[in-house]
């Protein structure tokens, strides 16, 4: 799956950004991420419940919410309760992550749990079990634009192995430096959905962008029996 992200798209015209990555399945975005940052957990500043609940109107594309906020368990179920599709927080910024899941998943979103570069998977193992998606990040949360940390491939692998075992249900999720250059080794570490910001809305033709970029996974992996 491709999410490009909607921090690099021009937030004055949001729904036609929306709409220039929309297409039939298996040709446009599969999800629109969308990067809440409240100027605490990160240093930066974006949007917030309002313009999700704008935007939710404005597509039919699944929002995928990332939220690089403080106090997610207080809240993070706006987010659900509005309609997101995949409500994801950080584990290093949540108190109680598995009630956090449970509440999110009741409200009718999928539960997505998000690790920073530098924060191990190891301890957070049985944490996951209550999650529907990982969010790896491969850059520092903040800003769109920076270089691709190759090394969190390690953190991928490891819980690709996990989900292919049957140990974890979950979808692998990256975020942060992914372009036509990066999305290749992405794919054959195991990541199931790409998010991609300045790669796409950084492009001439957005939706020219996510073809190419869904292309190349496809390219690299071959044998994971994609279905579109
Ligand atoms: C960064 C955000 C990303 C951002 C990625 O903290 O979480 O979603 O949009 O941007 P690119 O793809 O440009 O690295
Ligand atoms: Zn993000």
Redesign the pocket.
């Known amino acids: 799956m491709i999410a490009p992200?909607l921090?690099?798209a021009d937030f004055a015209r949001l729904a036609d950004e929306a709409d220039a990555v929309t297409g039939p399945p298996g040709e446009g975005a599969d999800w629109l991420?969308v990067?809440v940052m409240d100027a605490h957990f990160?240093p930066n500043l974006t949007l917030g419940l309002p313009v999700v609940q704008s935007l939710l109107r404005a597509t039919v594309v699944p929002i995928d919410c990332?939220l690089?906020i403080d106090d997610p368990d207080r809240w993070a179920i706006g987010y659900a309760e509005a309609g997101a599709y995949n409500v994801t927080v950080h584990v290093e910024a949540a108190r109680d992550p598995v009630a956090l899941a449970r509440d999110l998943r009741a409200a009718g979103a999928k539960a997505g749990l998000s690790v920073k570069p530098g924060t191990p998977l190891e301890p957070h193992l049985e944490t996951l079990r209550h999650y529907d998606t990982l969010l790896v990040m491969s850059?520092e949360?903040?800003?769109?634009?920076?270089s691709f940390m190759p090394e969190v491939l390690d953190k991928v692998r490891a819980v690709r192995r996990m989900v292919d075992t049957g140990h974890l249900r979950l979808l692998v999720e990256i975020?942060?430096?992914?372009n036509a250059d990066t999305i290749e080794a992405a794919a054959e570490a195991g990541v199931d959905c790409f998010?991609?910001?300045?790669?796409v809305y950084g492009a001439e033709d957005p939706g020219r962008a996510v073809r190419a970029l869904r292309r190349k996974v496809l390219e690299a992996t071959p044998d994971r029996g994609w279905s579109l």
């Open positions: 992200s921090l690099s991420h990067d990160v990332h690089m850059v949360p903040g800003f769109g634009g920076q975020d942060g430096g992914i998010v991609a910001g300045s790669a």
